[in-house]
T-cell receptor, first 114, second 111 residues
């Protein structure tokens, strides 16, 4: 069956530009998560959606980062005025309702800020 | 807060050797525990999980037992193959959402 998909797979941008990263979760999964994977910081939680609402945004590193989810499905992570320290792999995951199922990850978007 | 500490790598083994990756955790509640694997050039995949004390998760010859008394979830495989070369992440979920990950352990298996 279809897994979590993310686009683009790679994004190179110039410092100061805005970028949008997209995530399509597994159909029927109510929970959606964004994480960031970088060499220095490992895997960091960014934000969690349950349906279209985001009960936990505690991991967003600054107000340049925002995310939304529409129709209980697709999510977009937006980074405004990108900085070089934003360079990382951005991972999306989805999960059925309930603890213990585990989260299913997409292939990630590799963001490089020049 | 919740945290996961796992054995630092890298770990290099010969084929058919026994693999153990240690993982311990700190959590305020009763977390679910996971091992994820990231093969070269691929995304994170759920390897196995355990949701309560004394549960054993298993998959692809790997096993891990949820030990509440020692707050541990060590990953083991009796006979590794070259195809097991990957980065392994221990993680916990304490509540109905976010995963807290360990730093990852790079395992290389030589033929």
């Amino acid at each position: 069956g279809a897994g979590v998909s993310q686009s683009p797979s790679n994004k190179v941008t110039e410092k100061g530009k805005d970028v949008e990263l997209r995530c399509d979760p597994i159909s029927g999964h109510t929970a959606l998560y964004w994480y960031r994977q970088s060499l220095g910081q490992g895997l960091e939680f960014l934000i969690y959606f349950q349906g279209n609402s985001a009960p936990d945004k505690s991991g967003l590193p600054s107000d340049r980062f925002s995310a939304e989810r529409t129709g209980g499905s697709v999510s977009t992570l937006t980074i405004q005025r990108t900085q070089q320290e934003d360079s990382a792999v951005y991972l999306c995951a989805s999960s059925p309702q309930g603890q213990g199922f585990g989260q299913f990850f997409g292939p990630g978007t590799r963001l490089t800020v020049l | 807060g919740d945290s996961v500490t796992q054995m630092e790598g890298p770990v290099t083994l010969s084929e058919e050797a026994f693999l153990t990756i240690n993982c311990t955790y700190t959590a305020t509640g009763y977390p679910s525990l996971f091992w994820y694997v990231q093969y070269p050039g691929e995304g994170l995949q759920l390897l196995l999980k355990a949701t309560k004390a004394d549960d054993k998760g298993s998959n692809k010859g790997f096993e891990a037992t949820y030990r509440k008394e020692t707050t541990s979830f060590h990953l083991e495989k009796g006979s590794v193959q070259v195809s097991d070369s990957a980065v392994y992440f221990c993680a916990l979920s304490d509540g109905d959402y976010k995963l807290s990950f360990g730093a990852g352990t790079t395992v290389t298996v030589r033929a």
